[in-house]
């Protein structure tokens, strides 16, 4: 089955600065690959995902890079705010009918200083 | 759309006793699945569905039980609870068309749930 690893587990940064998230996953026939916030307390939200056929995907200051060849994927925060904290985590899964389950990273937890 | 909606929010059991999970979908998706998230971990799968009357084992499926009469509904079933099944419990679902998936999964606030 598929794993997904994420690095790292966690990760502070300075409000402004930029972080990265990264995650690799096993097998080379995934094509989709979400990113979730999950806030204390909360449950996890869709944040940016991107399937295989797109190298990078943006939504203001999140943007998701996918190197198929290398097998991994990263998730990107720019201009980093208070609110950004909180664990974040990727998953993988298959894009066809007979596979219907997404595979998770461990998650990071994301910690901004002001 | 209310979404994914998940009863009880919180619940405490017994060593032994047995609790059925409730959880529910108002658009109209083909994908459910059921999650647990034990403190400061990820989400590690117990059972999913494609459909009504089709129920499958995730990755953690020892102690629970699933059905899916209905699109909306999927209920999870604990027997016997055990200290260990003491966790976070989340719902999710997703549209899922046959032959594509890559959607989003949308996910319920969660049930608290601890043995003692």
């Known amino acids: 089955g598929e794993n997904v690893e994420q690095h790292p587990s966690t990760l502070s940064v300075q409000e402004g600065d930029s972080a990265v998230i990264k995650c690799t996953y096993s097998?080379?026939?995934?094509?989709?690959f979400p990113w979730y916030k999950q806030e204390l307390g909360k449950r996890p939200q869709l944040i940016i995902d991107?399937?295989?056929?797109?190298g990078e995907k943006k939504d203001q200051r999140i943007a998701v890079t996918l190197n198929k060849t290398a097998k991994h994927f990263s998730l990107h925060i720019t201009e980093t705010q208070p609110e950004d904290s909180a664990v974040y985590f990727c998953?993988?899964?298959?894009?066809?009918?007979?596979?219907?389950?997404?595979?998770f990273g461990t998650g990071t937890r994301l910690t901004i200083i002001p | 759309n209310a979404g994914v909606t998940q009863t009880p929010k919180f619940r405490i059991l017994k060593i032994g006793q047995s609790m059925t999970l409730q959880c529910t979908q108002d658009?109209?998706?083909?994908?459910m699945y059921w999650y647990r998230q034990d403190p400061g971990m990820g989400l590690k799968l117990i059972y999913y569905?494609?459909?009504?009357?089709?129920?499958d084992k995730g990755e953690v499926p020892n102690g629970y039980n699933v059905s899916r009469s209905t699109t909306e509904d999927f209920p999870l079933r604990l027997e016997l609870a055990a200290p260990s099944q003491t966790s976070v419990y989340f719902c999710?679902?997703?549209?899922?068309?046959?032959?594509?998936?890559?959607?989003?999964?949308?996910f319920g606030d969660g049930t608290r749930l601890s043995i003692l």
């Open positions: 569905s494609v459909g009504a009357g089709i129920t």
């Open positions: 097998d080379s026939a995934s094509n989709y």
């Open positions: 658009m109209n998706h083909n994908y």
């Open positions: 998953a993988a899964s298959l894009s066809n009918f007979g596979n219907e389950k997404l595979t």
């Open positions: 999710a679902s997703e549209q899922g068309y046959e032959g594509l998936r890559g959607q989003p999964q949308h």
């Open positions: 991107i399937r295989s056929n797109v």
